[in-house]
Nanobody, 131 residues
Framework: DVQLVESGGGSVQAGGSLRLSCTVS????????MGWYRQAPGTECELVSS???????YYSASVEGRFTISQGDAKNTVYLHMNSLKPDDTAVYYC?????????????????????????WGQGTQVTVSS
């Protein structure tokens, strides 16, 4: 079975930093495309950042310049370094890996993060930023 294990969420004051990590196991393909999504109550799921199978990064406009995505050497771990955090960054953050037929991580954004059937999803980790 494919499993994604996330860690690193928590509470921080505005301007602070957090690092999220996600490790995928049981995925039968090398160099998976992986991404971080977030969803706050009453809002749609947003693709925050992703890295493609050939290691190209993507950032949403809301986090570009503040967040950095990186991979471990084995490419089955992805990190999200979050700096200059704002209260608007408060959300549940979900890690995901694109599954066959490898459509699009961008398409995973929508009404509900975990509803997109073409991703494997982590359990989610809460990030709370206070002003």
């Amino acid at each position: 079975d494919v499993q994604l294990v996330e860690s690193g969420g928590g509470s921080v004051q505005a301007g602070g930093s957090l690092r999220l990590s996600c490790t995928v196991s049981g995925f039968p393909f090398d160099e998976p495309a992986m991404g971080w999504y977030r969803q706050a109550p009453g809002t749609e799921c947003e693709l925050v950042s992703s890295v493609s199978s050939d290691s190209r990064p993507y950032y949403s406009a809301s986090v570009e310049g503040r967040f950095t995505i990186s991979q471990g050497d084995a490419k089955n771990t992805v990190y999200l370094h979050m700096n200059s955090l704002k209260p608007d960054d408060t959300a549940v953050y979900y890690c995901a890996v694109l599954k066959p037929p490898f459509l699009s991580l961008v398409a995973g954004a929508g009404a509900s993060c975990i509803a997109y059937e073409y991703n494997y999803w982590g359990q989610g980790t809460q990030v709370t930023v206070s002003s």
